[in-house]
């Protein structure tokens, strides 16, 4: 007899996202992140997953959750916030361990700050999305579920 394990998920939100509801809500939005976080279980759950959330304002923890995940997570969605445009090492960090990766950003980075614009951690995720609020990741979770059940040829 075979069991099917419970797939589980890893958000990840970089610096500063701690603040969110408070900073710049007409960039960011009301929402906090308790609210981002209730956002993304509410959607994994509904596909029958499991999630971790972890925020932290230091790359070398993000880093080091990512390295953990393998065994552990099926897939990653971050929000890398001003780690986008500055490191590399997150970037290599989700090339080392191959695991699938939504980039997610509240606001569109398109439409502000020419630094803004470019993104280490797009070039090694499966889907980026920004713009969408809170509702992005909603449609990571999505994506990933939709994803990982045609991988998987269910």
């Not at 500055?86 to 989700?94: I, K, P």
Request: negative net charge; charged residues 20%; aromatic residues 6%.
């Amino acid at each position: 007899m075979t069991t099917e394990r419970t797939r589980n998920l890893l958000v990840l939100n970089g610096p500063n996202l701690n603040l969110l509801g408070t900073r710049e809500p007409a960039v960011y939005g009301t929402g906090t992140l308790d609210d981002v976080e209730a956002a993304a279980l509410a959607a994994a759950q509904a596909h029958g997953w499991t999630v971790d959330c972890i925020q932290s304002n230091h790359e070398g923890d993000l880093i080091d959750a990512i390295h953990g995940a393998p065994g552990l997570a099926d897939a990653i969605i971050i929000n890398p916030a001003a780690y986008s445009h500055t490191s590399v090492a997150l970037r290599d960090a989700f090339s080392g361990v191959g695991l699938p990766v939504v980039e997610v950003h509240l606001s569109n980075i398109h439409k502000r700050e020419e630094f803004r614009h470019h993104s280490y951690i797009s070039a090694v995720a499966e889907v980026v999305i920004c713009g969408a609020g809170i509702a992005g990741y909603r449609m990571a979770v999505d994506f990933l579920a939709e994803s990982l059940d045609a991988k998987a040829g269910q």
